[in-house]
């Protein structure tokens, strides 16, 4: 089937009951590693809710639950679908940042929350001992990434790793220690990823999304400049709020 530019591009979003809702306005695939939705689907709806830093109750005042469970009930609340893609964060939504890059009819979206209190370095061994530190403080980054093209599998995969690569980079760029003090952290222990893109015979087909390719540039450009803007959000964040 040939691809040929739509009149007007759907995606929308809007932030209510303090959860972002990304409206790609039709399904489309998406590769994620979200609470809700994880994996390989379609969906047409992603979303990323607020939640306290040590959550003791649900949306309906409920003991706490599965995140899974939390966010379907959560999407009934909000008029989504079920079948929805969920993540959860700790950061205000009064934080978010978004970016958008446009080339020749190509187009990516990027939406970020960052919180980096929870900062680790790939590799070091996790605690389970105290960590009073870091509690009662925002400490995800989540990454929504959204693009027109429609990409094989495995371009999916490589969208998701370009995304991380970029976030790691400013995270290096800037210095951001882990949580334990030590150098170099390279995300945090909660984060997650979203990719999305469009159906076959909806977009621009790409086999290919990696660092070499126009698409995996744009990814990159739009995941930097948010994670970056992030970043700089949140240390407002951190010093309204010092104790």
């Not at 809710?49 to 040590?54: F, I």
């Not at 790793?161 to 995270?171: S, W």
């Not at 660092?211 to 400049?225: A, K, Q, R, Y």
């Amino acid at each position: 089937m040939s691809w040929r530019p739509p009149d007007r591009v759907a995606t929308t979003s809007r932030v209510t009951r303090d959860t972002l809702i990304v409206d790609l306005g039709s399904r489309m695939r998406v590769l994620s590693s979200a609470p809700r939705g994880g994996g390989l689907r379609t969906t047409r709806y992603i979303l990323n809710h607020q939640v306290a830093s040590n959550p003791s109750s649900n949306v309906e005042g409920r003991s706490w639950e599965h995140p899974s469970r939390y966010l379907r009930r959560l999407a009934g609340l909000l008029g989504v679908e079920a079948d929805c893609v969920g993540l959860m964060t700790a950061v205000p939504m009064t934080q978010l940042v978004s970016r958008r890059e446009e080339r020749g009819g190509l187009w990516v979206e990027c939406y970020a929350t960052v919180g980096v209190t929870n900062a680790v370095r790939a590799g070091e061994r996790p605690s389970h001992g105290d960590q009073r530190s870091i509690h009662g403080k925002p400490g995800t980054i989540n990454l929504i990434v959204v693009t027109n093209a429609c990409l094989a599998v495995s371009a999916l995969v490589g969208a998701v790793q370009v995304a991380t690569e970029a976030k790691t980079g400013i995270l290096r760029d800037r210095a951001v220690p882990s949580w334990t003090g030590s150098p170099g952290a390279t995300g945090t222990g909660t984060d997650a990823v979203v990719a999305a893109c469009a159906l076959r015979g909806c977009g621009p087909w790409h086999a290919y999304a990696g660092t070499h390719t126009d698409l995996g540039s744009m990814i990159g450009l739009v995941v930097s400049e948010c994670v970056l803007e992030g970043l700089v959000r949140a240390a407002q964040w951190t010093a309204m709020h010092r104790t």
